[in-house]
């Protein structure tokens, strides 16, 4: 059983960096043909998928977040980072770290396990 679990700061203060970590067990990031994503909920909308990295590494963003966005692992550790830079009261969501076959989907249903999810404020 393949379990996610997000953590990183629930306050971050405009014009700063969000950065979100997941930490996978149960199965590792390197395997053959899953993609790790970032998806994110902000209060009274759908889900928004913003970037994920593959099991070889490579990366692809959504263009709606203008270059914002990176996503790195840390394979020793089976994790992998979001970073968002230049935060705005926007980007205030519920942040979620999922595995799927694919990647760009902003439907739960594409995926096949989900990180619980972590509330993540922008605010002064």
């Known amino acids: 059983q393949v379990q996610l679990q997000e953590s990183g700061p629930g306050l971050v203060k405009p014009s700063q960096t969000l950065s979100l970590t997941c930490t996978v067990s149960?199965?590792?990031?390197?395997?053959?043909?899953?993609?790790w994503s970032w998806i994110r909920q902000p209060p009274g909308k759908g889900l928004e998928w913003m970037g994920a990295i593959a099991y070889s590494g490579s990366t692809t963003y959504s263009p709606s977040l203008k270059g914002r966005c990176s996503i790195s692992r840390d394979t020793s550790k089976n994790q992998f980072t979001l970073q968002l830079v230049s935060v705005t009261p926007e980007d205030t969501a519920v942040y979620y770290c999922?595995?799927?076959?694919?990647?760009?989907?902003?439907?739960?249903?594409?995926?096949?396990?989900w990180g619980q999810g972590t509330q993540v404020t922008v605010s002064s």
């Open positions: 999922a595995r799927g076959p694919r990647y760009g989907s902003s439907l739960k249903d594409e995926y096949d396990y």
């Open positions: 149960g199965g590792s990031i390197t395997t053959n043909y899953y993609y």
